[in-house]
């Protein structure tokens, strides 16, 4: 299983960055999938999960209604829409991914919940 993100970079505060996450190795359709950001000195922090296999997505409290996140069944891929951008959202964004169904929010309580992982993409906004 491999999780690949591209897209980061550096945004002016309230801009748009879209994260891409392409996945082989996998069927991705069986699998929840997430990004979780890390800030330095601070705990990672589930953003976004849905279950590849269709139905519900889910995002954490701090971008709700400004992140979205969305399924490319097609060509494996995972994306993130994230609008009116913060310097709170600076940060590094891990692809995860776990072989089961989406639990709901839950998920997005623990990095353990996820047991594949990308390489990370930079997000820097100011």
């Known amino acids: 299983v491999q999780l690949v993100e591209s897209g980061g970079g550096s945004v002016l505060v309230g801009g748009s960055l879209n994260l891409s996450c392409a996945a082989t190795g996998m069927s991705a359709s069986s699998m929840c999938m997430a990004w979780i950001r890390q800030v330095p000195g601070k705990e990672r922090e589930g953003v976004a999960a849905?279950?590849?296999?269709?139905?519900?997505?889910y995002y954490a409290d701090s971008v709700k209604g400004r992140f979205t996140i969305s399924r490319h069944n097609a060509n494996n891929t995972l994306t993130l829409q994230m609008d009116n951008l913060t310097p709170e959202d600076t940060g590094m964004y891990y692809c995860t991914a776990v072989r089961r169904s989406c639990a709901g929010t839950q998920d997005l309580a623990s990095s353990k919940n996820f047991n594949y992982w990308g390489q990370g993409t930079q997000v820097t906004v100011s």
């Open positions: 849905t279950y590849i296999g269709g139905g519900s997505t």
